[in-house]
């Protein structure tokens, strides 16, 4: 058992597996928003996890093959972004509001609630960048002074919670267009609203892949200044 | 695809090393998409070889990021002793740039087609 764990074939094996039967539930579902296949493969996986007492650790050195494909697979949004050039160049002005003001309330809120309700200093600090991408919140993170490991942690969750909610919300306040849609899910919920809104169209993930692009940037750039506005 | 695929690594490994070396605050992969992007439209054309892997990846896309999203049951002792605070700050704070980001989108776009009555108005 412990043998067969030390190579690539169970933890590929397990996680795509897990996958496609949630794919095929979504597709049962009638592609229901909350019937997100992603969400639901962690929550299966968790599980398996907890049952049969394999440490994490072991299985994400097996199923590591899957998740080095993230990095070529963001460089790949380039191709639908390339095609939307002509209509980004004319979306500009709307898409850098948009972006300011999405980075700005989503690091704003986030630090606002996680000071109300009272989570510590580190906690709130590792808590402000979880909308960006997780390399780029991880350098955050430790450069004002949270914790990148949680940081991790929290990205990946809000994407979780993005990818799941977000289309029904953006379904709610009557937002249909394909680029306000795309561009709302990559601020909010970086590459994982961006894998998700792909599969509703291109033209969508093109734009969040831009947005996550930019709102690492913006973010970076943002954050220290805003830790020191709320006396962090 | 060999070709594509090779494009999509070597454009990952440069702005990798671009990134570590100069001490960027963007990540090799986001580097990447942005240097592709830009040489893709100087290019002026499609590389049919590029398109198809890309589109393969990106249909694969949300498959890859499950062994990371798996790393919540490792749940460390700060994240359980402030669940609601975290759990709040999440959920609010996702929501809040939803609909902060479309909603400004959406006003600026009208805002300018306003602007500017002659041209086509911004979808």
Not at chain 1, 204 to 212: E, I, P
Not at chain 2, 50 to 72: E, H, R
Not at chain 2, 78 to 97: E, K
Request: with cysteine; proline share 6%; aromatic share 6%.
């Amino acid at each position: 058992m412990k043998l067969l764990w030390s190579t690539p074939l169970p933890g590929v094996l397990v996680t795509i597996l897990a996958y496609a039967i949630c794919l095929r539930i979504q597709r049962r579902a009638r592609g229901h928003a909350f019937a997100n296949p992603v969400a639901w493969a962690i929550a299966l996986l968790v599980v398996l996890l907890a049952v049969t007492k394999l440490p994490y650790a072991t299985y994400f050195a097996s199923a590591r093959l899957l998740h080095f494909l993230l990095g070529p697979a963001t460089v790949a949004l380039a191709v639908p972004l390339a095609r939307e050039l002509p209509r980004l160049r004319r979306l500009l002005w709307p898409i850098v509001a948009g972006l300011l003001a999405g980075n700005l309330s989503a690091a704003c809120s986030a630090i606002f609630l996680a000071k109300v309700l009272g989570a510590s200093r580190s906690v709130t600090l590792s808590l402000a960048p979880k909308s960006v991408t997780t390399p780029i919140a991880m350098g955050i993170s430790e450069k004002i002074g949270g914790l990148p490991s949680l940081t991790a942690v929290l990205v990946i969750t809000t994407g979780v919670i993005g990818a799941v909610l977000g289309p029904w919300f953006l379904d709610c306040l009557g937002i249909d267009d394909p680029t306000f849609r795309g561009t709302a899910m990559g601020v909010s919920a970086h590459g994982l609203g961006t894998a998700s809104i792909y599969q509703e169209s291109s033209e969508a993930g093109a734009f969040s892949g831009l947005a996550m692009g930019l709102s690492g940037l913006i973010t970076a750039l943002m954050l220290p200044g805003l830790v020191k506005f709320f006396g962090l | 695809m060999l070709v594509g695929a090779a494009i999509l690594l070597a454009f990952q490994l440069g702005a990798d090393w671009l990134a570590t070396r100069f001490h960027l605050p963007l990540s090799g992969p986001v580097l990447g998409m942005a240097a592709l992007t830009v040489a893709l439209a100087a290019w002026g054309r499609t590389l049919l070889a590029l398109t198809k892997v890309s589109n393969v990846l990106l249909k694969a896309m949300p498959l890859f990021f499950i062994p990371a999203g798996v790393g919540v049951i490792v749940l460390s002792d700060q994240l359980r002793a402030a669940w609601l605070p975290i759990a709040a700050s999440l959920l609010g704070s996702t929501l809040v740039a939803l609909a902060a980001t479309a909603m400004v989108m959406k006003g600026v776009a009208k805002l300018l087609a306003r602007a500017r009555p002659g041209s086509k108005p911004s979808p």
